[in-house]
């Protein structure tokens, strides 16, 4: 991936953190309590991830070419590094008033002030960023310096920024969102972690879809589809609505029916098996609108979800996903239908591994939920990735599932137009101009 578009994604996640921070400020203004605990969350993430690891990618590479090849770049640069290096100071100054505070801060007017002063410079540098110095740097980097700096934001063994410090990040964040209010994250009083979930993976074909098609009456909704997912993959399925992705699912699962076609799983063919048989064969449905089962209770909802499992099974999973998402423990016993709708869809994705997917199939997962909770749904997905779980995701962010998927399919009207990998498809101009608004 090229290296501004890894950083415009960061800036996208940094962007949903500043919301975050005016809407939490908005809380403590509202005289609603917020933990401490939520707010040593953020900062810790916040010194760790952007001032430790993307500004620092950003000084040591994409600015210092930048400067080789123009002058005019200091009267950018320097501006936008000066903040950089103010930017531990000035978190600094927020931990400090943190520490002043009372265990569950309520309208602390200076604290509530420096919040919202944070946010405004964080949104402001990101907009300077994009609007000055990017275009600078397409403009007079030559290939040979963006060889160089691809080359270094590409690196995955990097120890600032390679996989292994990107899940040190994921899990940051997920204490973040974790422990936010619930109007704006999972309101726990406990962060849990994302390393509790293990699959074999291997790179073979598991899913083999081959002239699919299914009909709502007289309206054929697919139209011939031909796909494949192989073991410890994340494949993205994106499209405009009505194009057919969620039929597509539901086909696969054996909700909907099929006309024609095969579905061959693991070597065998389920075209005709019934859905029941197809989650003891491990093909585990996350649906739009997460689909809870609102008056019982949240632990039955995950109970529900390891019905095919042996009773032994249920208990360690459980536990399993409990340390994923503490809140879902917290409130077991009362019922789903009083969650809000963040821990709905964490609910619904746990519901999902209760059944121990060799398959998991992902239905718009980040729809309709505040910005924390959507990057948060991301790190979650990414992290079941790299425990090896295989993933057939349906995303209305279709710039967001591109980056994080090996391969990606387009469907419109029924049918698969294009395909490739997350990466291509993302430089792809015709779905850039589509699907990523650009």
């Not at 123009?70 to 103010?86: F, G, K, P, V």
């Not at 990017?134 to 700096?149: K, M, N, Q, T």
């Not at 997912?229 to 009505?242: M, S, T």
């Not at 997905?381 to 980056?403: C, D, H, P, R």
Request: proline content about 3%; some cysteine.
């Amino acid at each position: 991936m090229h290296a501004l578009d890894i950083i415009q994604e960061e800036h996208r996640n940094l962007w949903r953190i500043a919301i975050t921070i005016d809407l939490v400020a908005d809380e403590l203004a509202a005289g609603n309590t917020v933990d401490v605990g939520f707010f040593t969350a953020l900062f810790d993430y916040i010194h760790e991830f952007m001032d430790g690891c993307h500004h620092a990618k950003e000084d040591e590479y994409l600015f210092l070419a930048m400067r080789r090849r123009s002058a005019e770049a200091a009267t950018i640069l320097d501006r936008l590094q000066a903040e950089h290096r103010n930017g531990p100071a000035n978190l600094q100054a927020l931990r400090a008033q943190l520490a002043g505070g009372t265990p569950s801060l309520v309208r602390n007017e200076a604290f509530i002030a420096g919040l919202r002063g944070y946010a405004q410079d964080l949104k402001g540098h990101i907009r300077s960023e994009e609007k000055d110095a990017f275009p600078l740097a397409r403009e007079v980097l030559e290939p040979e310096d963006w060889v160089g700096i691809n080359a270094a934001f590409g690196d995955n063994t990097d120890p600032l920024f390679g996989e292994q410090a990107r899940a040190e990040y994921r899990e940051l964040y997920h204490r973040i969102a974790t422990l936010a209010p619930e109007s704006i994250g999972l309101g726990g009083s406990s962060a849990g972690g994302l390393r509790h979930l293990s699959a074999a993976g291997a790179d073979s074909a598991l899913l083999q879809v081959t002239g699919l098609e299914s009909c709502y009456g007289r309206i054929q909704a697919l139209k011939g589809i031909d796909l494949e997912v192989r073991k410890g993959e994340l494949v993205a399925l994106i499209g405009a609505n009505g194009a057919g992705k969620t039929t597509f699912l539901r086909t696969l699962s054996g909700v909907q029916p099929m006309s024609a076609g095969s579905i061959r799983f693991n070597g065998q063919d389920i075209s005709r098996l019934r859905s029941d048989l197809r989650v003891r064969r491990g093909i585990c449905h996350s649906p739009e609108g997460r689909q809870v089962f609102g008056p019982l209770a949240i632990e039955d909802n995950l109970r529900l979800g390891a019905y095919t499992r042996p009773r032994g099974q249920a208990e360690q999973d459980l536990e399993r996903v409990y340390a994923m998402f503490p809140i879902l423990k917290e409130k077991r016993r009362l019922p789903a239908g009083t969650l809000s709708g963040g821990q709905q869809q964490m609910l619904a994705i746990s519901r999902a591994l209760m059944g121990r997917p060799r398959l998991l199939l992902l239905d718009e997962p980040s729809m309709g939920l505040a910005p924390l909770l959507v990057e948060e749904v991301f790190n979650v997905i990414k992290a079941l990735k790299a425990e090896g779980i295989t993933i057939l995701l349906v995303e209305q962010n279709a710039f967001a599932a591109l980056g994080i998927a090996d391969r990606a399919y387009v469907l419109e009207t029924g049918r698969i137009v294009l395909s490739g990998t997350g990466r291509d498809m993302s430089q792809n101009e015709q779905v850039r101009a589509a699907y990523l608004g650009m």
